[in-house]
């Protein structure tokens, strides 16, 4: 299984682009990076997900480098709402099957006012 | 848009005690899993399902069993409760056909204590 390696915490000013660090040297041609937030006691959510090309949708960027060894979440105007832990994943193909979610310790992102 | 609701949402029992907890997705996804949260972990995950009727092992499920007769519906049960299995309980559902590019939708968690 592709392993992801994240910074353990980061700070952000309020209203500024967050801009957290994945690297998964180790992912294979076929394998998604995945990014998942989570806020204190509640689920994971789901935020944005890429193979080979840069994504972006209502709530983040990717940006994925061209070796796919690493990638970005930015999150473009973080508020204080964005402050949780983000986990950046690789999927696998799990029995066959399904994929699965290898949930790291992830970055605490923490939003400053 | 309820998405994947987990019931309950607390719950505090004895040793050797069991108990079931639901998930219900009404999105019409045909994946549900379940996973574990210990503090300062990832999650962790113990069962999961393709589909109605069916379910396979993760890498925790020593001590819970699953049942899908519903397709909406996801249950974990544990027989015989220990300490071990004091926990945050999440389920999840996903829908597409064993490609890793459908996301997983988590509901808000089981926090059971086994005293």
């Known amino acids: 299984d592709a392993k992801t390696t994240q910074p353990p915490s980061m700070d952000c000013a309020e209203g500024r682009a967050a801009n957290l660090p994945c690297n998964h040297s180790t992912i294979s041609g076929n394998e998604y990076v995945y990014w998942y937030r989570q806020i204190h006691s509640q689920g994971p959510q789901y935020i944005i997900h890429?193979?080979?090309n840069n994504e972006t949708n209502e709530m983040a960027s990717l940006i994925i480098t061209e070796d796919r060894k690493s990638s970005t979440l930015i999150l473009p105007h973080a508020t204080l709402r964005d402050t949780a832990v983000y986990y950046c994943?690789?999927?696998?193909?799990?029995?066959?099957?399904?994929?699965?979610?290898?949930f790291g310790t992830g970055t605490l992102l923490a939003v400053q006012p | 848009n309820a998405g994947v609701t987990q019931t309950p949402k607390f719950r505090v029992l004895k040793t050797g005690q069991s108990m079931t907890l639901l998930c219900a997705q009404d999105?019409?996804?045909?994946?549900m899993y379940w996973y574990r949260q210990d503090p300062g972990m990832g999650l962790r995950l113990i069962h999961y399902?393709?589909?109605?009727?069916?379910?396979a092992k993760g890498e925790v499920p020593d001590g819970y069993n699953v049942s899908r007769l519903k397709k909406q519906n996801f249950l974990l049960g544990l027989e015989s409760a220990a300490p071990s299995q004091t926990s945050v309980y999440f389920c999840a559902s996903s829908n597409g056909a064993g490609r890793s590019n459908q996301p997983q939708h988590f509901g808000d968690g089981t926090r059971l204590s086994i005293l």
């Open positions: 994943i690789v999927t696998v193909i799990y029995g066959g099957a399904t994929n699965k979610l290898i």
């Open positions: 890429g193979l080979k």
């Open positions: 399902s393709v589909g109605e009727g069916t379910t």
């Open positions: 999105m019409n996804h045909e994946y």
